[in-house]
């Protein structure tokens, strides 16, 4: 019996089902097997199998995961990979695309490399607080190696090359083997004590794990973290790590790498100091040419002594012409000046004769004014004191008349206005006299 359509799939569906079951499914794993088929392509990609004595698996590792390994993969060597598992989907092919790969055997290795790198970081060996700068130029570069390492021969020929004025001092130390560790330390040691170079490169060729592992050595880190010189490490290939480089002043990638870092480049140097000659010979070159055109400046304002001896005797001649014109003319000024207030001044000189008599008049006349107004006065007061005696009471008493006054001092005037009985005082000419009133007094009684 058929199925139905729905159920129907093709065959690149049911790759792309599986291979999302596959990578879904399944983590990244580590597996132990032994390379076979192994093909290095072209494009950098390897492509091989991993078998053991009962079965086995197509893997594959792209270039960039394989450049970074410390080793080249050969036919039958025992490795340990991981990856994931994934199925390419064009041949329905079952597979492992494999993000690391080491030699078996390696793991425990791995894992002391990482620990060891774990536990120095928390102490603080790895911080850049502790790095030291490389000097720009050294007196003395030294060099930690074995002195039968390609290593030396490479950093010696680059820094003959670069700097060949610098001195290169060796302190000889095996760098690999059970002994290499310790003997390492005392090189380090010994360039510390000795003071003899600036900076000091620990070094050695490429190699596997186990090639390299003296520098990864808890007491070669320790060596290098505590030499009082700046510490490079070139210590294996690009991709090569050692705690050594973890703790070092500086990492270089390389030996060859390391002497470049820690010397001057001759040739770049003596290119600078070229261009700073130009540069300098056209400076040089400007300021002289600068002073020339300056001196002709100069030159061309100098004047001979003689000549500038009759100029100023001209100039003088001239300041002493124009001096006595000046003073010529202001005599001019002053003279004209003085006539003129002089003639002003007689101007306006008086006439003394005539002011007296002018004078003589005035005063005559001012004193007959005054006398007349003398005699207007005293008229005037004669009538005034007239007028004053004819209206003097004590002249009205001298002819017989009496002034009375009530008890309050008050002269009575009116009839009306004093009572029968009362007590007056009778005001005379001389004195004065109580009387008091007998009967009303009458009006007009008295003679007018």
Not at 85 to 106: C, H, I, K, S, W
Not at 183 to 205: H, M, N, P, S, W
Not at 401 to 414: K, N, P
Request: charged share 25%.
């Amino acid at each position: 019996m058929p199925f139905p359509d729905a159920n129907v799939i093709s065959v690149s569906e049911l790759n792309r089902l599986a291979r999302d079951l596959l990578e879904s499914g399944l983590p990244a794993l580590w597996i132990s097997g032994e390379i076979s088929n192994l093909t290095l392509a072209a494009s950098g990609h390897a492509y091989f199998s991993l078998k053991d004595e009962r079965a086995q698996i197509r893997a594959v590792m792209f270039r960039n995961r394989l450049s970074q390994l410390g080793f080249v993969p050969k036919e039958g060597m025992r490795v340990e990979a991981r990856g994931t598992v994934t199925l390419y989907e064009p041949r329905g092919d079952y597979q492992v695309n494999l993000a690391e790969l080491r030699q078996a055997g390696l793991g425990a290795l791995f894992e002391a490399f990482e620990k060891l790198k774990a536990r120095l970081a928390i102490e603080g060996l790895f911080d850049n607080r502790h790095k030291k700068p490389l000097p720009a130029h050294p007196r003395a570069i030294g060099i930690v190696t074995s002195p039968r390492a390609a290593a030396l021969r490479d950093v010696v020929t680059t820094l003959r090359r670069r700097a060949p004025g610098i001195p290169l001092i060796l302190y000889p130390a095996q760098v690999q083997g059970e002994a290499a560790p310790a003997q390492i330390v005392a090189a380090i040691e010994a360039a510390g004590a000795r003071q003899e170079v600036d900076v000091l490169i620990v070094c050695r060729g490429g190699g596997s794990i186990e090639d390299l592992w003296s520098f990864n050595d808890e007491r070669v880190a320790r060596a290098v973290f505590a030499c009082p010189l700046p510490v490079v490490s070139g210590v294996g290939h690009e991709t090569d790590f050692t705690i050594c480089d973890f703790v070092a002043d500086l990492r270089a990638p390389t030996p060859t790498a390391a002497a470049e870092l820690t010397s001057p480049d001759r040739a770049a140097m003596l290119a600078r100091l070229a261009e700073l000659r130009r540069h300098l010979d056209h400076a040089l070159r400007r300021r002289l040419e600068n002073a020339a055109q300056r001196l002709d400046q100069l030159g061309r304002r100098l004047v001979h002594p003689g000549a500038r001896l009759n100029q100023q005797r001209e100039r003088l001649a001239a300041d002493g012409r124009l001096l006595e014109q000046l003073i010529r003319s202001r005599l001019a000024s002053t003279r004209q000046r003085v006539d003129g207030l002089g003639e002003r001044l007689r101007r306006a000189s008086p006439d003394l004769p005539r002011r007296a008599e002018r004078l003589a008049r005035d005063a005559a006349a001012l004193t007959r004014a005054r006398n007349g107004l003398l005699d207007t006065h005293r008229q005037r007061l004669a009538r005034l004191a007239d007028q004053l005696a004819a209206l003097n009471p004590a002249a009205v008493l001298a002819r017989g008349y009496a002034i009375v006054e009530t008890a309050d001092g008050h002269a009575a005037t009116d009839p009306a206005q004093l009572a029968q009985n009362e007590r007056v005082t009778l005001r005379l000419a001389h004195g004065s006299v109580d009387a008091r009133i007998s009967h009303p007094p009458r009006q007009h009684e008295l003679p007018l």
